[in-house]
């Protein structure tokens, strides 16, 4: 299952590490499955992965060589952390306390989605992250990046 999911979202984390996924987020996921896996982001954010994205994740990164001191550490930094979670029946999932502390969350976090996984972002920075960014900047960006896709998009 391809997923392609959409959208910011704004939520607030009540005192026991929970938040409300939005409804609109929540109707993107995949349908019937409430459980997903939360892990550090690559950047100073979490990642939360519907199982249909973490999956394939996971197979990739068990045909690694083990013996390879860089897939150890890689290994380490993606999966430490990285825990089952469900939505209750409220649609609220609870946030494992480190997980919480290594992206700093405190109340107000900023739900990103990101074609087939979540980033969970504190607000305040995920709003600088934006604000640090130039219009200029964005498009050299864009340029480098696409650049070796164009091939890709002109045949579709």
């Known amino acids: 299952m391809i997923l392609n999911l959409l959208g910011e979202y704004e939520a607030t984390i009540d005192s026991k ?12 996921l995949p349908e019937g ?15 939360l992965y519907p199982m249909s994205s973490w999956e394939p994740i996971v197979a990739r990164i068990r045909s690694l060589n083990d013996f390879d001191p860089k897939v150890r550490e890689f290994k380490r930094l993606f999966l430490g952390g990285a825990t089952e979670v469900e939505l209750d029946g409220a649609g609220r999932l609870l946030l494992p306390q480190q997980l919480k502390e290594y992206a700093g969350l405190s109340k107000d976090i900023t739900l990103a989605a990101d074609l087939d996984k979540i980033n969970i972002w504190d607000s305040g920075k995920y ?13 050299n960006l864009a340029a480098t990046v696409m650049a070796g896709s164009n091939n890709d998009i002109e045949k579709s």
């Open 33 to 47: 499955d409430s459980r997903l896996v939360i892990s550090r982001g690559i950047e100073k954010c979490l990642t």
């Open 127 to 139: 709003k600088q992250f934006f604000e640090d960014f130039s219009p200029e900047t964005f498009s």
């Open 17 to 28: 590490g929970r938040f409300l996924v939005p409804g609109s987020l929540k109707k993107q």
